[in-house]
């Protein structure tokens, strides 16, 4: 991982996160606990604050930048750019974009390759498709059916992303910040 300061702000990572080698943070950043960021992400902080809260997973090769600020227990897909507000509970699917200031509620879920245009609303238990990315559906997290479009089915489990990353850790193949 490469941590770069910028304006005299350097990132802060939480406790017990695995963050990749090719992990590069740069300026005002901060990431809260139990994380895990994978290779290739950039997390870039040079003209507003990036704040990550706890239990955060992001995918390969995805970028964040300008005004971005992720709640608890969100799952961020590979190859993701985020430029917005991401509510708990949340889940981004793969390659989707959401442009600056754009803001996705808690328990939503973003279908993949979907774009959020500058300032769009996607509101909460919503599931948004396409681009520009409409809401499609609403997000029942106790219907059986809606599983799949539920940030915890990704995160939690002994096939989660948590345990995937603890996995890494106890290989030894990324660094384990544990501040």
């Known amino acids: 991982m490469k941590i770069y300061p910028y304006k005299n702000k350097t990132p802060v990572i ?13 300026g005002d950043v901060v990431i809260g606990d139990n994380c895990s960021i994978w290779s290739g992400v950039v997390i870039r902080s040079d003209t507003t604050p990036i704040r990550i809260g706890n239990n955060v997973h992001i995918e390969e090769n995805s970028v964040l930048h300008t005004s971005t600020h992720i709640e608890d227990n969100v799952m961020v897909g590979h190859s993701c750019t985020i430029e917005a507000f991401i509510g708990h509970d949340s889940m981004i699917g793969n390659t989707a974009s959401l442009m600056p200031f754009s803001r996705v509620g808690a328990f939503c879920a973003v279908a993949a390759g979907s774009v959020l ?63």
């Open 14 to 26: 939480g406790r017990n996160c695995m963050i990749a080698d090719s992990v590069e943070l740069i």
């Open 117 to 179: 245009t500058d300032g769009a609303v996607i509101p909460d238990y919503s599931f948004a498709v396409g681009s520009p990315a409409k809401v499609h559906s609403t997000i029942d997290p106790e219907n059986p059916k809606h599983v799949m479009r539920l940030a915890r089915t990704y995160i939690q489990g002994e096939k989660g992303m948590a345990a995937l990353a603890q996995s890494y850790i106890d290989q030894g193949i990324w660094e384990h910040r544990d501040a």
